[in-house]
């Protein structure tokens, strides 16, 4: 799976527009397009910045902790090994 599929997914689920949801800071939708882009496509959170758009590396790893939490999955050993 590709990022560009995992938003797809997303989008479909939320029923919006990436553009129209991945600069909102705290959007569910936007940290589960980060979350799953670490899990199921394998990114580090520097690749992932780049992707999305965002400035940070860390502001990605406090949005995949972020929605981590909120499904009770494993976010520390992902996040510490993908920065380098």
């Not at 800071?25 to 959170?45: E, F, I, N, P, T």
């Not at 990605?60 to 499904?71: C, I, S």
Request: with cysteine; glycine share 14%; hydrophobic share 40%.
């Amino acid at each position: 799976m590709n990022l560009e599929q995992v938003i797809a997914c997303v989008e479909k689920v939320k029923g919006a527009k990436w553009a129209d949801f991945r600069d909102r800071h705290g959007d569910s939708g936007r940290d589960l397009v980060m979350y799953l882009g670490g899990r199921a496509c394998g990114l580090k959170l520097d690749e992932l910045a780049r992707a999305v758009g965002v400035k940070e590396y860390a502001a990605v790893g406090m949005a995949v902790t972020r929605y981590g939490k909120r499904v009770g999955g494993r976010t520390g050993s992902w996040q510490e090994s993908s920065v380098r």
